[in-house]
């Protein structure tokens, strides 16, 4: 929210604009992609925590027992990029869904006439 809200303080058009829909879905979309690169490592660890908690058959056994021996691991085995492994389909995912509703939020408040500020 907040990676939107001052990009569109300074890019976005009036809302009579012919290009705020187009610009509503840019701005959501970089927001949305923003976001997913800050918080991804931590989903991702969240996941392979999970496999502690849940193990299906694919994930019998994993070489952790804790957050931080999850973290440890990713790290020692794969480096930095590992805590990103996924992302590209993530950002598929996420940055769509977040344009769509970011630019559906501004498009009803300014038929609704709400300010943003």
């Known amino acids: 929210m907040a990676t939107f809200?001052?990009?569109k303080a300074r890019y976005m058009p009036a809302p009579s604009d012919p290009r705020f829909v187009l610009m509503n879905l840019a701005l959501g979309g970089f927001a949305g992609a923003v976001a997913t690169t800050l918080?991804?490592?931590t989903d991702l660890v969240r996941r392979k925590v999970q496999q502690i908690v849940t193990p299906t058959q694919a994930f019998e056994s994993v070489p952790y027992n804790s957050l931080l021996g999850a973290?440890?691991?990713i790290y020692h085995s794969e480096g930095?990029?590992?805590f990103f492994r996924g992302l590209v389909?993530?950002?598929l995912k996420v940055i769509p869904a977040?344009?769509?509703a970011f630019a559906t939020?501004?498009?009803l408040k300014a038929w609704l006439g709400v300010s943003s500020k």
């Open 98 to 100: 977040i344009a769509i």
């Open 89 to 91: 389909p993530c950002y």
């Open 105 to 107: 939020n501004e498009k």
């Open 39 to 41: 918080t991804y490592p």
């Open 5 to 7: 809200d001052v990009t």
């Open 80 to 82: 930095l990029p590992g």
């Open 71 to 73: 973290i440890d691991h």
